[in-house]
């Protein structure tokens, strides 16, 4: 978890499928999803109503590694 720096905690879920090869992160409430886009990369972005990101899904993820894997996130203020 980590804190928004509006003080609230923030929760960041991670699933990984190794049937179906797929890494899927959701950093919104899945429940939210309204409507998924492939950007042509092995990625499905996951979006709410309002066309937000709040998931996205890594397609043919190769599953175990002998290197960990890294995962950034950086935040972009919202307008007042």
Known sequence: MY???YGRMAEVNVYYD???RT????FGRPQA???CEETGEEVVL????KGRVI???RLN???KTAQPVRVAFETIGQPA
């Open 55 to 57: 998931g996205f899904e």
């Open 46 to 49: 996951m979006k709410d109503r």
């Open 23 to 26: 890494l899927t992160v959701w």
């Open 61 to 63: 993820y190769p599953g």
């Open 3 to 5: 804190e928004l720096c």
């Open 18 to 20: 190794p049937a179906g």
């Open 33 to 35: 999803e309204y409507v």
